[in-house]
């Protein structure tokens, strides 16, 4: 598996930074457990944070501090460094990986998926972020997303089958990254459908007025 | 710094602890302030930091990140918890979903300290602007969006900065990296 398409370096920074939110943190980490190139650039971007540690000043501390952590990492049980993942040759059980798999609550199979239209589907991810919309969409083979812009940014991460849109394929950790200037029609794989974690921060403007009228129905 | 903790990891060497607080507890206030601004606060969640850094000393990996690097990460993490109320989602290293990296030759950790220095001087070397940019995102602890309203230029200005600053400082890191192998 090859992953072409990255998340975009002002997310990778805003994450390494710890000033994303939730939602769109969701799909970056979700994205660097699939791409160990990406999880090297994060750690790019976390040194200009080390950097700043060394460089951007000292305070003073509270008169006492290094008595009361010493005396608290007496009683401190040191943390055991992990294990690592599964060898690429080890088939894995889990279709979603972590931090997703946790937020969705299990497997691709054994969520509870509602019906969108009459073949897509949908499952919601709860967050604590009130700036996004994230949720998971399962679209049929050959299916096309009715053409829509957008009133805001919209993130993309393939976890199953691929997505084909204006020219490119998107496969498994792909992430496709479309904002307001962009109107798109895109297509699931013709053999495979598309599973995908999809993150909004507004609702998707459709083109055509009927699409507008059923876009509540279909929620999305 | 970086023996240092490899050493508390090791055999739970104190000195070394007590070296590294002498050095970083200043500098994790400084910037936990940032959010805080009650040095109150800033005190408790720098020593929260301390104390962890010492329990999981022997998780840190000199050939991924430099002593003040992965310092930082415990810190930012700790601030969220601490002054946000979203969580932050990571990846679990040791989930085997995980896709895994190609093992790093033992050389490497060298390689990588050397690297992150190579990033430091190019940082040094980046103009007062763009200095600023990257101080307001990593310890102001503010989105793109406000920083955007800060510095009173549209959000796609920030980000395309952003993505300018962080480009220059990568092609001089994976630089470093290749002539170091």
């Known amino acids: 598996m090859s992953i072409r398409h990255h998340v975009s370096d002002d997310l990778l920074v805003s994450y390494a930074a710890g000033s994303l939110s939730e939602g769109w943190s969701l799909l970056v980490a979700t994205h660097l457990a699939l791409c160990p190139r990406c999880r090297s650039r994060n750690r790019s971007a976390e040194a200009i944070g080390g950097w700043m540690l060394d460089c951007a000043g000292a305070e003073p501390v509270a008169t006492g501090s290094l008595a009361s952590v010493m005396a608290r990492i007496t009683d401190a049980n040191p943390l055991q460094s992990q294990q690592r993942g599964c060898a690429e040759s080890t088939p894995c059980s889990h279709d979603l990986p972590e931090p997703l798999r946790g937020y969705a609550g299990g497997e691709l199979a054994e969520l509870g998926w509602r019906r969108v239209g009459f073949t897509a589907a949908r499952v919601e991810i709860k967050t604590g972020d009130p700036e996004t919309q994230v949720r998971l969409l399962r679209f049929p083979p050959g299916m096309e997303v009715p053409e829509h812009g957008h009133g805001g940014r919209e993130l993309t991460l393939i976890l199953f089958g691929s997505l084909h849109d204006g020219g490119c394929v998107f496969e498994r950790g792909d992430v496709a990254d479309v904002d307001e200037t962009v109107e798109h029609t895109p297509k699931a794989g013709p053999e495979t459908g598309c599973v995908c974690l999809a993150v909004t921060n507004s609702p998707l403007r459709f083109r055509s007025l009927a699409l507008r009228l059923v876009r509540p129905i279909l929620g999305i | ?181």
């Not at chain 2, 810190?75 to 918890?81: F, G």
């Not at chain 2, 800060?150 to 480009?167: D, E, Q, Y």
């Open chain 2, 1 to 181: 710094m970086a023996e240092r903790l490899v050493a508390i990891g090791r055999s739970g060497d104190r000195e070394a602890f007590a070296a590294l607080f002498e050095y970083y507890a200043p500098r994790l206030k400084a910037y936990l302030l940032r959010a805080a601004r009650d040095p109150s606060i800033a005190d408790e969640v720098m020593q929260e930091t301390m104390v962890m850094v010492w329990r999981k000393a022997a998780q840190y990996d000199p050939a991924k990140a430099s002593a003040a690097t992965w310092i930082f990460t415990i810190a930012r993490n700790l601030r969220i918890d601490a002054f946000r109320r979203g969580r932050r989602p990571e990846i679990d290293p040791s989930d085997p979903a995980l896709v895994p990296e190609m093992d790093l030759p033992a050389d490497q950790a060298i390689v990588r300290q050397e690297a992150e220095s190579g990033l430091r001087k190019a940082m040094a070397a980046l103009s007062e602007t763009e200095q600023q940019l990257l101080q307001l995102a990593f310890y102001e602890d503010l989105s793109h969006s406000s920083i955007a309203a800060r510095l009173g230029v549209p959000l796609g200005t920030v980000k395309s900065r952003i993505r300018m600053t962080f480009a220059k400082l990568r092609s001089s890191l994976e630089k470093s990296e290749d002539e170091g192998r």
